[in-house]
Nanobody, 122 residues
Framework: QLQASGGGSVQAGGSLRLSCAAS????????VGWFRQAPGKEREFVSG????????LYKESVKGRFTISRDNGKNMVYLQMNSLKSEDTAVYYC?????????????????WGQGTLVTVSS
């Protein structure tokens, strides 16, 4: 129902734009989040956006480098990632929140897409 795409391999300092598309359901009334999971680590919150884009949150280490946005007309959410670092390497997942607000806790998300792999080489 959710599909993340746009991952790939880039060198440090490069950019990628991830996309999250919803099919068979809409998430226009829900907050949406991006999470990532690196090998051997727990899945962590990266960024989230409220239903209308009015509120956004970022993990401290990506502030100023990543930008989340959404286009409800297209049922899409994006994560623009600039100045990528090797520590950004992970599988990135998008998920819809149970509420319209932005949320950081995994437990508040009920629909998860398959991830997209981002590999940043130094």
């Amino acid at each position: 129902q959710l599909q993340a795409s746009g991952g790939g391999s880039v060198q440090a300092g490069g950019s990628l734009r991830l996309s999250c598309a919803a099919s068979r359901r809409t998430f226009t009334n829900n907050g949406v989040g991006w999470f990532r999971q690196a090998p051997g680590k727990e899945r962590e919150f990266v960024s989230g956006i409220s239903w209308n884009g009015g509120s956004t949150l970022y993990k401290e280490s990506v502030k100023g480098r990543f930008t989340i946005s959404r286009d409800n007309g297209k049922n899409m959410v994006y994560l623009q990632m600039n100045s990528l670092k090797s520590e950004d390497t992970a599988v990135y997942y998008c998920a819809t929140a149970r509420t319209a607000a932005v949320a950081t806790q995994k437990a508040l998300y009920n629909y998860w897409g398959q991830g997209t792999l981002v590999t940043v080489s130094s």
